[in-house]
């Protein structure tokens, strides 16, 4: 066992972070998980999701090639102002 960072979803807020899984914190091998705010919770005793958790969105993909075909039709031939703009758009989309 050991202590490491993991994308975990706040139980109260609903916001992911980086939060620190810390082994033995709360007895042999029992993890503490602490978030940026400084709040630590038990994953014995409260669900906590993690970015592995989640099931992976079959559509992602097709967003990311979308996105990039998008960008390959501007670059190059585009202002980089542009090119900018064309890149925060595919940010947006894979966020979404």
Not at 2 to 30: C, L, N, V
Not at 70 to 86: D, H, I, L, Y
Request: charged share 35%; hydrophobic share 30%; glycine share 6%.
């Amino acid at each position: 066992m050991s202590t490491y960072s993991k994308q975990t979803k706040h139980p109260i807020t609903g916001e992911w972070h980086e939060a620190t899984w810390m082994d033995d914190f709360y007895g042999k091998h029992r993890y503490g998980v602490r978030f940026p705010d400084g709040e630590t919770f038990n994953p014995d005793k409260i669900q906590l999701e993690t970015r592995e958790d989640e099931p992976q969105d079959s559509t992602t993909k097709k967003k990311f090639e979308d996105a990039y075909q998008r960008f390959q039709m501007f670059e190059g031939k585009a202002e980089p102002a542009v090119t900018v703009n064309v890149i925060r758009d595919i940010m947006e989309k894979l966020i979404k």
